[in-house]
Nanobody
Framework: QVQLVESGGGLVQAGGSLRLSCAAS????????MGWFRQAPGKEREFVAV????????YYADSVKGRFTISRDSAKNTVYLQMNSLKPEDTAVYYC???????????????WGQGTQVTVSS
């Protein structure tokens, strides 16, 4: 069982930056690939980024590549999403999730946080 708690969302102007954090409970953090997903109003949830168990491998959605960076700190059981050059279309609720496999498919993630709102104003 893994419990995930996101933080760091907020309101930012276009071009600004935010860093999201996701703290995981339990002693098995290193057993999971960690992903970030987002869901905008009226839209389906979409994949944003994933980091492997070690953090050595990462993968990004084309829409955020070059602007967002996912990282993880095993000592703190925390995964981060650094978001730079934010755009209004990045506005969404952002969720972190844990999966036992390396995947971008949301259905393969067994554990989810409650989400944190990111709003980017133009």
């Amino acid at each position: 069982q893994v419990q995930l708690v996101e933080s760091g969302g907020g309101l930012v102007q276009a071009g600004g930056s935010l860093r999201l954090s996701c703290a995981a409970s339990g002693r098995t953090f290193s057993s999971y690939s960690m992903g970030w997903f987002r869901q905008a109003p009226g839209k389906e949830r979409e994949f944003v980024a994933v980091a492997s168990r070690s953090g050595g491998n990462t993968y990004y959605a084309d829409s955020v590549k070059g602007r967002f960076t996912i990282s993880r700190d095993s000592a703190k059981n925390t995964v981060y999403l650094q978001m730079n050059s934010l755009k209004p279309e990045d506005t969404a609720v952002y969720y972190c999730a844990a999966s036992t496999i390396w995947t971008i498919r949301g259905s393969s993630y067994a554990y989810w946080g409650q989400g944190t709102q990111v709003t980017v104003s133009s």
